[in-house]
């Protein structure tokens, strides 16, 4: 499975866009991109995927690259509720996909 | 709709001991996966259970093991408690094994003293 980089942490204000970077250089062609973020003490939550094309849900939109090897995720409106670790995984197909390898993540913190 | 479900959320053992972790996955969902998270990290996965038999294993000692009952929940068991076992153990469920998203409980805090 390919490997991702993140930034370590990242602030935003209450209201602004927070768009959260994802480097996966390595990606092949058949790994879909993951996102997963963890409020303290709960467990991950699921927030969306892609394969290439650009992918918007109630949650948040995920920005592919073209050549696939970065993605972005941006929450569009974020709140204090948001503030949470992000991982971003880049996630096998078929006999490789049963298993999410997770980074250290994105330390998200929303300022009032 | 109730989500992945998890038993107990709090457990305190002592090294040599042995435990069960209980997981009931999202109603409909055939698949549930184990993960170990460490204080600081990301979580680590430790195996996944599809239909009863097990489809993937992380790089886990055979202390841990698993297993998936015909109503789809599982159980996670590890033998012989050491100090590093000390961890957040999370369940996730998906409808299929592959290429669905996983859904998380919110896991099984485990101390060992």
């Known amino acids: 499975d390919a490997k991702t980089t993140q930034p370590t942490s990242m602030d935003c204000a209450e209201g602004r866009a927070a768009n959260l970077p994802c480097n996966h250089s390595t990606i092949s062609g058949n790994e879909y991109v993951y996102w997963y973020r963890q409020i303290h003490s709960q467990g991950p939550q699921y927030i969306i995927h892609?394969?290439?094309n650009n992918e918007t849900n109630e949650m948040a939109s995920l920005i592919i690259t073209e050549d696939r090897k970065s993605s972005t995720l941006i929450l569009p409106h974020a709140t204090l509720r948001d503030t949470a670790v992000y991982y971003c995984i880049a996630r096998g197909f078929g006999d490789s996909s049963y298993k999410l390898i997770f980074g250290s993540g994105t330390r998200l913190l929303v300022r009032p | 709709d109730a989500g992945v479900t998890q038993s107990p959320t709090h457990l305190i053992k002592t090294r040599g001991q042995h435990v069960t972790l209980r997981c009931s996955p999202i109603s409909g969902h055939k698949s549930v996966s184990w993960y170990q998270q460490v204080l600081g990290q990301g979580p680590q996965f430790i195996f996944q259970?599809?239909?009863?038999?097990?489809?993937g294993r992380g790089n886990f000692p055979d202390r841990f093991s698993a297993r998936q009952f015909p109503n789809y929940s599982s159980e996670l068991n590890v033998n012989a408690l050491l100090l590093g076992d000390s961890a957040l153990y999370l369940c996730?469920?998906?409808?299929?094994?592959?290429?669905?998203?996983?859904?998380f409980g919110d896991g099984t805090r485990l101390s060992i003293l």
């Open positions: 892609g394969l290439k």
């Open positions: 259970y599809y239909e009863k038999e097990e489809r």
């Open positions: 996730a469920s998906s409808f299929t094994d592959s290429n669905q998203p996983q859904h």
